[in-house]
């Protein structure tokens, strides 16, 4: 185990000195990528393994007993991270020379088109719930019976324009949309995100407004302690809310935390980034299984499913669900058939393993390497 630990550290670090040596500016995404992989795929499992955790949930309260041990598989997961992690630097990296070339891009008609745009968008999702009779005036001033927090409205089609809200606002942020309207906007989104307990929706949102930011000024390091501020603003916002989440959507502000000594910030954080443990869980299942199932992709043509409105196709898109690596999934979790949905879920590796094992696994990292390449550099390729 120390060498596959040292294996990954040389990845990990190798990837992000040799992105540094590149220049962040010029591979912004595969940078966002690269951390977000060290922390899910290497830090956070880490941790776990440190302090002895051996299934998904631990000791939370409720799920004693739940779940497989996964103690003596910590080491293929580590292995086959490293090594699936490695093949996604590669298929970035050393497919082409392309560098970035920064081109002019004129925003004229876009700020108007894209602000109607995310008017367009928010509005749909406020109406889906004022139709179903849902008043969220009322839930924000904690009056309401009910909350957003798993709640439907008249249909899930139109809820999932709270995704599109995130693209948005991206893009406005980058097209430099009326400031006025901006903040007002980021504000209104953080708002319905917060009642509908969408709190990845909000990160996703400072995360992109960070890198927007981080693309169009210079850091320089005699602003280092004005960034400094920004960054830990940010992150206590993370944690505010995260522990906050359900004092919000159900109007219990009396109850909402402030304090960071309050957070547990080390648990929390882990808690929060615990995927990988799902992912070492269905490593386990393919290890163990002699004849184990496969969906063979299928699963990742489900958006082309998602996308068709259940008003036209309620009956076939009905019979679609779930999608066969759900079923999958909940096989390998193993939880009482009478509980309903945890939303625990695996990262997104895990269903290149459910399409068909190791070989899928390294491929498909490989292959996501060159999709980010093609996005990052789209200008100027081979």
């Given at each position: 185990m120390?060498?596959?630990?040292l294996?990954?550290?040389?990845?990990?670090?190798?990837?992000?000195?040799?992105?540094?040596k590149?220049?962040?500016r010029?591979?912004?995404?595969?940078?966002?990528?690269?951390?977000l992989?060290?922390?899910?795929?290497?830090i956070?499992?880490?941790?776990?393994?440190?302090?002895?955790?051996?299934?998904?949930?631990?000791d939370?309260?409720?799920?004693?007993?739940?779940?497989?041990?996964i103690?003596?598989y910590?080491d293929?997961?580590f292995l086959?991270y490293?090594?699936?992690n490695?093949l996604?630097?590669?298929?970035?990296?050393f497919?082409?020379?392309?560098?970035?070339?920064?081109?002019p891009?004129?925003?004229?008609d876009?700020k108007?088109?894209?602000?109607?745009?995310?008017m367009?968008?928010?509005?749909?999702?406020?109406?889906?719930y004022?139709?179903?009779?849902?008043?969220l005036?009322?839930?924000?001033?904690?009056?309401?019976?009910n909350t957003?927090?798993?709640?439907v409205?008249?249909?899930?089609?139109?809820?999932?324009?709270a995704?599109?809200i995130?693209?948005c606002?991206?893009?406005?942020?980058l097209?430099?949309?009326?400031?006025?309207f901006?903040?007002?906007?980021?504000?209104?989104?953080m708002?319905?995100?917060?009642?509908?307990?969408?709190?990845?929706?909000i990160?996703i949102s400072i995360?992109?407004?960070?890198g927007?930011?981080?693309?169009q000024?210079?850091?320089k390091i005699?602003?280092?302690a004005?960034?400094a501020?920004?960054l830990l603003a940010?992150?206590?916002?993370f944690?505010?809310?995260?522990?906050?989440?359900?004092?919000?959507?159900?109007?219990?502000?009396?109850?909402?935390?402030?304090?960071p000594?309050?957070?547990?910030t080390?648990?929390?954080?882990?808690?929060?980034?615990r995927?990988m443990?799902?992912?070492?869980?269905i490593?386990?299942?393919?290890?163990?299984t002699?004849?184990p199932?496969?969906?063979?992709g299928?699963s990742?043509?489900?958006?082309?499913v998602?996308a068709v409105?259940?008003?036209?196709?309620?009956?076939?898109?009905d019979?679609?669900?779930?999608p066969e690596?759900?079923?999958?999934?909940?096989?390998?979790?193993?939880?009482?058939?009478?509980?309903?949905?945890t939303?625990?879920?695996?990262?997104?590796?895990?269903y290149?393993l459910?399409a068909?094992n190791?070989?899928?696994l390294?491929?498909?990292?490989?292959?996501?390497?060159?999709i980010?390449?093609?996005?990052?550099?789209n200008?100027?390729?081979?």
């Amino acid at each position: 185990m120390t060498f596959i630990i040292l294996l990954n550290i040389l990845i990990y670090s190798g990837g992000l000195m040799f992105c540094l040596k590149k220049g962040v500016r010029n591979n912004l995404i595969f940078f966002f990528s690269w951390i977000l992989f060290v922390i899910y795929h290497f830090i956070s499992p880490l941790y776990f393994y440190l302090i002895g955790r051996k299934t998904i949930w631990g000791d939370e309260p409720g799920y004693q007993g739940v779940g497989s041990d996964i103690s003596h598989y910590y080491d293929d997961g580590f292995l086959y991270y490293g090594i699936t992690n490695l093949l996604f630097f590669i298929g970035f990296f050393f497919i082409t020379s392309a560098t970035s070339k920064n081109k002019p891009v004129i925003y004229k008609d876009s700020k108007r088109i894209i602000a109607s745009i995310l008017m367009v968008c928010i509005t749909l999702v406020v109406v889906n719930y004022a139709i179903s009779g849902i008043n969220l005036i009322d839930i924000l001033r904690g009056d309401a019976d009910n909350t957003l927090f798993g709640a439907v409205g008249a249909t899930n089609y139109l809820k999932n324009f709270a995704d599109s809200i995130i693209t948005c606002l991206i893009i406005c942020t980058l097209a430099r949309v009326n400031k006025y309207f901006l903040t007002g906007s980021y504000l209104l989104a953080m708002v319905l995100f917060l009642l509908m307990g969408f709190r990845y929706r909000i990160i996703i949102s400072i995360l992109g407004l960070l890198g927007i930011l981080f693309l169009q000024r210079r850091i320089k390091i005699q602003h280092f302690a004005k960034n400094a501020i920004v960054l830990l603003a940010v992150f206590y916002i993370f944690l505010c809310i995260t522990v906050n989440r359900y004092a919000f959507i159900t109007g219990d502000y009396q109850s909402m935390k402030f304090n960071p000594r309050e957070f547990h910030t080390l648990t929390l954080l882990a808690e929060q980034t615990r995927g990988m443990l799902d992912d070492i869980s269905i490593i386990k299942y393919y290890e163990e299984t002699s004849i184990p199932e496969y969906d063979y992709g299928a699963s990742f043509l489900y958006f082309a499913v998602r996308a068709v409105p259940r008003v036209v196709a309620g009956d076939w898109k009905d019979s679609m669900y779930p999608p066969e690596a759900f079923k999958i999934i909940s096989k390998i979790f193993n939880l009482p058939a009478e509980w309903a949905s945890t939303g625990e879920a695996p990262l997104h590796y895990a269903y290149f393993l459910i399409a068909g094992n190791v070989g899928i696994l390294f491929l498909g990292a490989f292959i996501t390497g060159l999709i980010v390449l093609v996005i990052e550099f789209n200008d100027k390729l081979f």
